[in-house]
């Protein structure tokens, strides 16, 4: 009797464990129940409980306030938006540490991160960076229809000097002369879209850097019957 009861309670624990399912519960308060598949940086993709055959959802980390596991563990998230909110060093600006790599308190960001962030909670200066991006395209373009035009040029000049033939040198001569009218033109375009470029870092720390910001910290509490978040102003 003892055995069958002993095998009884292990077969009900392995039946809680496989049936048991991650609980999603997202900055709305929304509660989804899912099998999560995966969890990333800035995604976590799932199904959901009721059809675990069907499509996979993807739900973006910022929306998301915390994760019960249906194992009983916790995760709490914290999104860009908060971790910008919360003042954890004594510096509070955005800085370039390196060609590839940018500090913001505890946060280290890629180029692409730092774009990102800059779209998403500082339009002014994600706008700059826009503009100065669009230059310094057009510089580029500049420079390679010069260069375009130079070989073109250089072409020409070649066969009307061998051929003797002055119609075609002339030709060459005036896209050699265009050429390096783009080459010329190219170098303020280029660096006028850097500098703007550049300078979208200063108007973020000027207008949109943490100490710019009301100081918002945040207590996470979890209880028996959920998760609770309280802001201190």
Same mark, same amino acid.
């Given at each position: 009797m003892r055995r069958f009861f002993s095998l009884f309670v292990l077969v009900m624990l392995i039946s809680v464990n496989i049936f048991a399912f991650d609980i999603i519960i997202t900055r709305d308060s929304e509660r989804i129940e899912a099998k999560i598949e995966v969890v990333s940086a800035y995604e976590i993709h799932y199904k959901k409980a009721s059809n675990l055959e069907g499509p996979t959802f993807v739900i973006e980390t910022s929306k998301v306030a915390s994760v019960v596991y249906g194992n009983g563990e916790v995760q709490v998230f914290n999104s860009l938006e908060n971790v910008a909110k919360e003042v954890k060093t004594s510096q509070d600006i955005m800085y370039l540490e390196n060609d590839m790599l940018y500090r913001y308190g505890d946060l280290k960001l890629t180029h692409t991160e730092y774009v990102w962030y800059l779209m998403k909670y500082c339009p002014s200066a994600y706008e700059q960076y826009r503009a100065g991006d669009k230059k310094v395209s057009m510089g580029q373009a500049f420079l390679a229809a010069g260069i375009l035009s130079d070989l073109l040029g250089a072409s020409f000049v070649t066969i009307g000097v061998l051929g003797d033939d002055?119609?075609?040198?002339?030709? #060459?001569?005036?896209?050699? *002369? *265009? #050429?390096t009218g783009f080459e010329i033109a190219c170098i303020p375009v280029w660096i006028k879209g850097y500098r703007q470029r550049a300078g979208a870092l200063d108007t973020f720390n000027a207008t949109c850097a943490k100490n710019n910001q009301p100081k918002v910290s945040m207590d996470v509490k979890i209880k028996s019957n959920g998760v609770g978040l309280a802001f201190n102003f």
């Open positions: 002055s119609a075609c040198t002339l030709v #060459g001569s005036s896209f050699l *002369i *265009i #050429g």
